[in-house]
């Protein structure tokens, strides 16, 4: 038995061809390209976030919740039917509260914001956009609690809140609590349930917002008396619906 020998190749030996690194590269990325065209949820899109808000000072100033806007690439505020593009020019997650001016403000009309604090037991109702509808709409409620605290959207503790019978629906957010003058005495943030207890709604006291806004030098006046009668929900609308406006925000993927 011979052992047997390689064979040698034949002729002059080929250098091998150079190895093109950015195929697979670019295979990957047409492959990304058709799945992105084809299936357009697999790529994390923006979305619109909606909420209420209402007229504060004249010149198309607008307040209304933090997370409604927070991060918002634009921000819309649709009032009379009109779109007018909004700038957030002050935010406090702390607060849950954001003041907005409208780009060629319209004349807005502006809330009144009543001087007395809501006492337990006293019918409110708050106008706003639910679920991002054309028409405010008014919800009619009564006050349960004064002075509650509640960790907020963003996992801050809000302070000074008013706490109400009913919770509020998506789209309530930023939305004026008027007591029966159709007076200001809360701006809606959102609803919670207490441990083993029935979910309620929260608003952030008025006045916590004028101090908020009295610090970056926004003096607002504060309306006394109100009306001793039960709040209507017609009446409501027609002293504070004027100045409600929605509020629409771009917002990034994976936001709240």
Same mark, same amino acid.
């Given at each position: 038995m011979t052992d047997e020998l390689p064979l040698e190749p034949e002729g002059e030996p080929q250098p091998l061809p150079p190895r093109r690194w950015w195929v697979p590269f670019l295979s990957l990325l047409l492959a990304g390209a058709l799945l992105a065209t084809f299936i357009p949820g697999?790529?994390?899109r923006e979305r619109t976030g909606s909420g209420t808000g209402f007229?504060?000072?004249?010149?198309?100033?607008?307040?209304?919740?933090?997370?409604?806007?927070?991060?918002?690439?634009e921000i819309a505020v649709y009032w009379e039917g009109q779109r007018h593009r909004a700038t957030a020019i002050a935010l406090s997650p702390d607060h849950d509260l954001a003041l907005?001016?409208?780009?060629?403000?319209?004349p807005l009309p502006v809330a009144s914001l009543a001087l007395d604090r809501p006492k337990v037991g006293d019918a409110v109702v708050a106008v %706003?956009?639910?679920?991002?509808?054309?028409?405010?709409?008014?919800?009619?409620?009564?006050?349960?609690?004064?002075?509650w605290w509640a960790v907020g959207p963003e996992t801050t503790v809000l302070r000074d *809140?008013?706490?109400t019978q009913d919770p509020f629906r998506p789209g309530y957010s930023g939305a004026p609590l008027v007591n029966e003058a159709g007076q200001v005495v809360g701006i809606v943030t959102g609803s919670a349930a207490a441990e083993g %207890?029935?979910?309620?709604g929260f608003a952030v006291s008025i006045h916590r917002a004028v101090d908020?806004?009295?610090g970056r030098g926004m003096a607002l006046p504060l309306?006394?008396?109100?009306?001793?009668?039960?709040?209507?929900?017609?009446?409501? *609308?027609?002293?504070?619906g004027p100045a409600v406006v929605r509020v629409e925000a771009r917002l990034p993927p994976g936001s709240r």
């Open positions: 697999l790529l994390p007229g504060i000072a004249a010149g198309g100033y607008v307040l209304t919740a933090a997370h409604v806007v927070r991060g918002a690439s907005l001016v409208m780009d060629n403000a319209p %706003g956009h639910p679920t991002g509808a054309a028409q405010p709409l008014p919800l009619p409620t009564h006050v349960v609690g004064v002075g *809140l008013i706490a %207890g029935p979910e309620v908020w806004l009295a309306a006394s008396g109100g009306s001793s009668l039960p709040v209507r929900e017609g009446e409501a *609308l027609d002293l504070i």
